[in-house]
Antibody
Framework: EVQLVESGGGLVQPGRSLKLSCAAS????????MAWVRQAPTKGLEWVAS????????HYGDSVKGRFTISRDNAKSTLYLQMDSLRSEDTATYYC??????????WGQGTLVTVSS | DVVMTQTPVSLPVSLGGQASISCRSS???????????LHWYLQKPGQSPQLLIY???NRFSGVPDRFSGSGSGTDFTLKISRVEPEDLGDYYC?????????FGGGTKLELK
């Protein structure tokens, strides 16, 4: 069974950094592209970033480009999202997702990030 | 960026009835490899999104055949027949043909 467990969320001040992790199990992590998707409170879904199975290709949403970095450690079956220069508009639940058929198919339960002074 | 326009925003339905949600893209979603990467999700209250339909019309594992997707190019539709209580929630379309990937604004399926 595919399992994705996000961690690292919490309350952080504007301008500071936070690093999210997503521990994967139940599948061969190094075989799949992965993604982060977020959802601000009471709002819709927003794709944040994607990374190829080997880690060599990454893509970012316009609102986070230059501030967020997606990475992975295939030996540890873990996906990361380094978030720098955080803003209040980055407040959201962040979901880790595994791709299949070119789409985020399996999702974790999410971790809440609140950016506030 | 590709803009995904999803309608309606709210859709009241009766149990056992039918629902139809539209998603239109600002440019063609046909990839250079010939595939069309338009997908549909359902997010039930308090839960993570779950994939229903991938690449326009393919039901994901475990999705009942009451759900069907259709469309091409820039115009896509999700149909739900014989609506059941567990179908209520927020529906989103997603295009993953072009980076950045973009979601529709969502449709809330609720009881009439």
């Amino acid at each position: 069974e595919v399992q994705l467990v996000e961690s690292g969320g919490g309350l952080v001040q504007p301008g500071r950094s936070l690093k999210l992790s997503c521990a994967a199990s139940g599948f061969t992590f190094s075989d799949y592209n992965m993604a982060w998707v977020r959802q601000a409170p009471t709002k819709g879904l927003e794709w944040v970033a994607s990374i190829s199975y080997g880690g060599s290709n990454t893509h970012y949403g316009d609102s986070v480009k230059g501030r967020f970095t997606i990475s992975r450690d295939n030996a540890k079956s873990t996906l990361y999202l380094q978030m720098d220069s955080l803003r209040s508009e980055d407040t959201a639940t962040y979901y880790c997702a595994r791709e299949k058929f070119g789409v985020p198919a399996y999702w974790g339960q999410g971790t809440l990030v609140t950016v506030s002074s | 960026d590709v803009v995904m326009t999803q309608t309606p925003v709210s859709l009241p339905v009766s149990l056992g009835g039918q629902a139809s949600i539209s998603c239109r893209s600002s440019q063609s979603l046909v990839h250079s490899n010939g595939n069309t990467y338009l997908h549909w999700y359902l997010q039930k209250p308090g839960q993570s999104p779950q994939l229903l339909i991938y690449r326009v019309s393919n039901r994901f594992s475990g999705v009942p055949d009451r759900f069907s997707g259709s469309g091409s190019g820039t115009d896509f539709t999700l149909k739900i027949s014989r609506v059941e209580p567990e179908d209520l929630g927020d529906y989103y379309c997603l295009q993953s043909t072009h980076f950045p990937w973009t979601f529709g604004g969502g449709t809330k399926l609720e009881l009439k």
